[in-house]
């Protein structure tokens, strides 16, 4: 056996891992790409027995890749999209884990593959399959979140996303720069928080943290391909990673 898994964030893969080879009780030979064109070059070069693919990619959405590739192997979904994505997922009968995901949720979704797959009941991604899911997913991400309700010792307080310069992963929650420089803790992962954004506005720009475009006041080169940023509101400086100096670039010329 063999799997390919396609997750851009590196927690949520080893996550990923960590219960395939705890369902399977041995260590499953595995390959794993973090952006559509790193999977592609996978795909087109090896066989899988099934896929465990996030939707949001370094460099796009997963189901571009899959509408380029022609492939018979099934896929299983893990992502934190829900609502319209959930039923498109559920009317086409593919398997589909919502994060944050339990290892329960992880057996049921590995079961149900082995139900479909077995009885000759799996039907395979195609054009129109595909067209679905992503006009499913454009109907989702056309009202993205406006605010956050943030908890304080004194009460509740909301947070506008558009007064927000930087979030910043920290364990099982993160927390959000405001433009005057005031932090808010918001119990969500990173992974959840970024599937809420505008992608035009936001950008994951390292495995920790996400910036607000409207918020960037200097950019300056770095070593190794990186880029540092000056985020208003934020003492310190961010910075790019090497794998995603590339795609940020392209994205701010949007």
Known sequence: MK??????????????????????????????????????????????????????????????????????????????????????FNTNGIAYILKPYSKADFNKAIEKYQSLFNQGDYNKLNHQTLTSLKSALQQENSTFKKRFVIKKAKGIQ????????????????????????????????????????????????????????????????HFKNRLLLKIKGSKEKAMTSSSTTAVFRKWLEQ
């Open 3 to 88: 799997v390919l898994i396609l997750e851009d964030e590196i927690p949520a893969y080893q996550k990923l891992v960590l219960y395939l080879n705890g369902f399977f009780k041995e260590e499953i030979p595995h390959d794993w790409a973090r952006s559509i064109t790193d999977g592609e070059k996978l795909l087109t070069q090896n066989k899988y027995d099934f896929i465990l693919s996030d939707i949001q990619l370094l460099d796009g959405i997963s189901f571009d890749l899959f509408d380029d590739v022609s492939i018979d192997t099934p896929i299983i979904f893990c992502s934190a999209h829900d609502e319209y994505l959930f039923k498109a």
């Open 158 to 221: 909301l947070l506008n996303v558009s007064e927000i310069s930087l979030i910043t992963a920290s364990g099982d929650f993160c927390i959000a720069t405001d433009l005057e420089g005031k932090k808010h803790s918001i119990s969500q992962t990173l992974g959840v928080i970024l599937q809420q954004l505008n992608p035009e506005k936001f950008f994951k720009i390292n495995r920790s943290e996400i910036i607000n475009i409207d918020f960037i006041e200097n950019i300056e080169s």
